[in-house]
C-alpha cells in the first residue's frame, strides 16, 4: 500500500512539474552583437587545396563565336543520345544525356548555331565555329542552348560567319538556312567577350 501511495505521489509531483513548465513563458533569446574590427579581414573563407584533392578531371573547352569574338565553352549536357555521341567523340570526353532538357521552355534558352556546310573547320560537323547569342553579362544568357543549323544553300558563297547578326542576315539575303532542332545542349562559357572563369 505504502509503494503504491508513493507511485501516486511521484505521478502527481512529475505531472505538475511538467505543467508548471509548460506554463512559464520560454526565456528571451539573447542577441550578442560584437564589434567589428575594421582590420580584420571581411573574407575570411579560405582557398581550397586542389593538390589535396588529388587528380583534377579535365574538360575539353570547344571554339566558338559570340558578339565576333573567340570564345570558350564546353558541353556538358545534352537533350538527344546521337548528339551526346557526336559531342563525346568530337571532344574526347563524356556528355551526358538528359532528356528532360528538351522540355525546358523556349523563354529560358539561348541559341547556338551549327554549320551542316561551307568552310572547314572545328565545328561538331567539320565546318566553322559555332556562333553563339547573349553571352555572359548580357540579359538574355543561360548556359541552356537551343539547337540551329545553319546550312549554305551555295557552298562555294560561303565565308565564316561571327556573330548573331551576320547569320541573320545571311538568312534574310537567302543565302543559308536555319533550321530550329528539338534538341537543347547545355554549353557554359569558360572566356567571353570582356570575362571569363
Known amino acids: 500500500m505504502f509503494r503504491s501511495k508513493l507511485v501516486s ?6 505531472g505538475a512539474s511538467l505543467l508548471l513548465a509548460a506554463c512559464v513563458p520560454a526565456a528571451t533569446p539573447t542577441t550578442v552583437t560584437m ?3 575594421t582590420d580584420m579581414p571581411q573574407n575570411t573563407a579560405m582557398p581550397m587545396n ?3 584533392m588529388g587528380e583534377t578531371p579535365i574538360v575539353p573547352a570547344g571554339m566558338a563565336y559570340a ?3 573567340e570564345i570558350r ?3 556538358t549536357e545534352v537533350s538527344d543520345p546521337d548528339i551526346a555521341k557526336v559531342l563525346s567523340a568530337m571532344m574526347n570526353s563524356p556528355v551526358l544525356v538528359v532528356p528532360s532538357l528538351a522540355r525546358v521552355p523556349d523563354s529560358a534558352l539561348a541559341k547556338v548555331y551549327v554549320f551542316s556546310n561551307g568552310l572547314k573547320g572545328m565545328g561538331p560537323l567539320g565546318f566553322q565555329p559555332d556562333v553563339f547569342d547573349n553571352p555572359p553579362g548580357t540579359d538574355g544568357y543561360t548556359p541552356l542552348r537551343a539547337l540551329h543549323v545553319v546550312t549554305w544553300k551555295d557552298e562555294t558563297q560561303a565565308r565564316e560567319l561571327k556573330d548573331v547578326a551576320a547569320v541573320l542576315e545571311a538568312e534574310q539575303k ?3 538556312t536555319i533550321e530550329r532542332q528539338p534538341v537543347v545542349i547545355n554549353m557554359p562559357f569558360i572566356t567571353w567577350p570582356g570575362g571569363q572563369r
Do not use: D, K, R, Y
Not at 505521489?9 to 512529475?14: G, P, V
Open 73 to 75: 565553352f564546353i558541353h
Open 35 to 37: 564589434p567589428m574590427s
Open 9 to 14: 505521489w511521484t505521478s502527481l509531483l512529475i
Open 67 to 69: 558578339e565576333g569574338q
Open 50 to 52: 586542389m593538390e589535396a
Open 174 to 176: 537567302g543565302e543559308v
